[in-house]
C-alpha cells in the first residue's frame, strides 16, 4: 500500500513496447536497474508501469533491442498538478472543500442509541444533551467514559453502556436489565380483587381467599369481591392473610351516543401547487427559494433531506422541501344508510377501547332518530368479561368487609 503511494506521489507512466526482440529489451532493462512492475504480455507486445525518470533512461535499451517504446497512461500527483496548474482557484476549492469535510469530521452531527426495550432512547438523548454531549460539539471535547458513567448513574436499569464514534455519529448502545420476575406467592403481598366495573356476576371460581359474592349477584364498581382476609378456623376468631386470586366474569353494559350531520366536507385537491427549499444548517434555517403559495386553502407536506458523504458521516446541513398543494372545499351529501354505517362506526370505536381483552360481546343493539339535517345514534353492547382486578390488602378493605358483612346479616 506504502509503495503504490509512493509510485503515485512520484508519477508513473503507463508504457507499451513492440518489437521483434522484446525479451532482450526487458533484460537489459533489468541489468541497468530500471524499476517496472505490473508487466503483462498482450500478443506481441508487453505492457508495465515504470517511473517518468526511467522512462526517459530506457531509450538506449529500445534502441539496441529494435524495439519502439508508447507511453499509454500518465498517473500520479504530477500530472494531475500539471494538469490544473492555471486553474488556481479550482485547485484552492478542492483544498478548501477537502479541509472543511476534515472539520467537519472532528464535530458529531448525529446521536443514534440502540438496544433500547422499555427505556425511551429519545430521553437518553435529552439526558446526553443536559450533561453537554449533543450534536455540534467537538469529539475532542467530550468525555465519552464519563458519559457512559453518567448514563449507568442516572438509568438504574441500564446495566451496560459503550458510547463510540462512527465517522460523524456518536452511536451510544446500552444493555437492559433484566426485569425482576414477579414474585412467588409464598412471598406475595395479601392482596384483594376489586369490581372493574357494575356488572352482574355470572361465574366465579376462587383459587385463594374468601369470595363475598356469588353468581347472580349484582356488584357496583369499585365493590368487593374476594377478600385476603381468612379466619383461622371455628376456634380461632384471629384472622389471617393471603393474596387473594380468583377468576370473576360478569355481565357489563356499555352505552355510547353521537351525532353526524348529512352534509359533509371532503378536500379537493386542484392542479396548484407551489415549492419553498429551505437550508437547515446547524441551528439555523436560511431560506434558498420559495414560489408563491396557491390562493385560499393549501395543505403542506415537508420532507428533509440530511445531507452526507456515507451513511456514518451525516453533515449538518439539510435541505427542507415544502410542498404546497391546494385544495377546494367540497360538501357532499350522505345517504341515510351511509350516515347510519359511519355514526355505527364511529360509537364502536368508542366502546372498543373500554372493552376487556377476553370480553365476549353477548348482545349489540343501535337506535337512531332523524333529526333535521342530522341523525342522532345511540349503541348499546352487552358483553362478558373479566370484573375482578387485585389490589394490595389494607386497613380500608377491611372495614368495608365489616359494613358488607353486617348489612348482610341484618
Known amino acids: 500500500m506504502f509503495v503504490s503511494l509512493w509510485h503515485y506521489l512520484k508519477g508513473y507512466v503507463i508504457v507499451e513496447v513492440s518489437g521483434y526482440m522484446i525479451e532482450k529489451f526487458l533484460n537489459l532493462a533489468l541489468h541497468h536497474h530500471i524499476p517496472m512492475w505490473d508487466v503483462v504480455q498482450k500478443e506481441n507486445k508487453v505492457c508495465f508501469k515504470t517511473p517518468i525518470e526511467a522512462f526517459k533512461c530506457m531509450k538506449p535499451d529500445l534502441k539496441k533491442a529494435h524495439c519502439r517504446a508508447k507511453i499509454v497512461g500518465k498517473k500520479g500527483f504530477p500530472f494531475i498538478a500539471h494538469r490544473y496548474k492555471k486553474r488556481r482557484f479550482f485547485v484552492a476549492g478542492i483544498v478548501v472543500f477537502i479541509a472543511m469535510l476534515w472539520l467537519l469530521s472532528s464535530f458529531v452531527w448525529l446521536v443514534e442509541v440502540e438496544g433500547t426495550e422499555r427505556i425511551n432512547g429519545l430521553d437518553i438523548i435529552k439526558s446526553l444533551e443536559k450533561k453537554g454531549y449533543e450534536t455540534g460539539k467537538l469529539k475532542s471535547k467530550m468525555n465519552l467514559r464519563e458519559a457512559e458513567t453518567y448514563l449507568l448513574q442516572q438509568y438504574p436499569d441500564i446495566v451496560w453502556t459503550g458510547i ?10 446500552v444493555a437492559e436489565s433484566v426485569p ?26 376462587v383459587e385463594k381467599g374468601k369470595p363475598l359474592i356469588k353468581a347472580g349477584d349484582i356488584v357496583k364498581k369499585g365493590e368487593l369481591l374476594v377478600t385476603g382476609e381468612m379466619p383461622r378456623g ?47 444548517l446547524f441551528n439555523k434555517a436560511f431560506q434558498l427559494y420559495a414560489s408563491k403559495p396557491p390562493q385560499g386553502n393549501f395543505d403542506k407536506q415537508i420532507t428533509l433531506h440530511q ?17 404546497r398543494v391546494a385544495y377546494k372545499p367540497m360538501i357532499y351529501t350522505l345517504s341515510e344508510e351511509d350516515a347510519k354505517d359511519r355514526l355505527l362506526c364511529e360509537l364502536w370505536e368508542q366502546i372498543e377501547g373500554s372493552l376487556g381483552v377476553e370480553a365476549q360481546i353477548l348482545k349489540r343493539e343501535a337506535f337512531f332518530k332523524k333529526t333535521g339535517d342530522a341523525i342522532t345514534g345511540t349503541l348499546h353492547v352487552i358483553a362478558e368479561e373479566d370484573i375482578g382486578y387485585r389490589l394490595d ?5 377491611s372495614q368495608q368487609i365489616k359494613e358488607k358483612t353486617d348489612y348482610e346479616q341484618n
Do not use: C
Not at 390488602?393 to 378493605?397: C, E, K, N, S, Y
Open 393 to 397: 390488602l389494607d386497613q380500608g378493605a
Open 164 to 173: 463510540t464514534y462512527e465517522g460523524t455519529r456518536m452511536m451510544v448502545r
Open 307 to 323: 445531507l452526507r458523504i456515507t451513511k456514518m458521516f451525516p453533515l449538518p446541513f439539510a435541505i427542507e422541501v415544502e410542498n
Open 234 to 280: 371455628e376456634e380461632d376468631d384471629s384472622l389471617y392473610y393471603t393474596a387473594a386470586k380468583a377468576h370473576i366474569k360478569g355481565k357489563t353494559t356499555y352505552t355510547a351516543s353521537g351525532t353526524i350531520q348529512f352534509q359533509q366536507e371532503k378536500k379537493q385537491y386542484l392542479n396548484e401547487s407551489s415549492k419553498k427549499w429551505t437550508l437547515k
Open 180 to 205: 425482576k420476575p414477579e414474585m412467588s406467592e409464598m412471598n406475595e403481598k395479601p392482596k384483594m380483587l376489586i369490581a372493574k366495573r357494575d356488572a352482574l356476576v355470572t361465574y366465579i371460581a
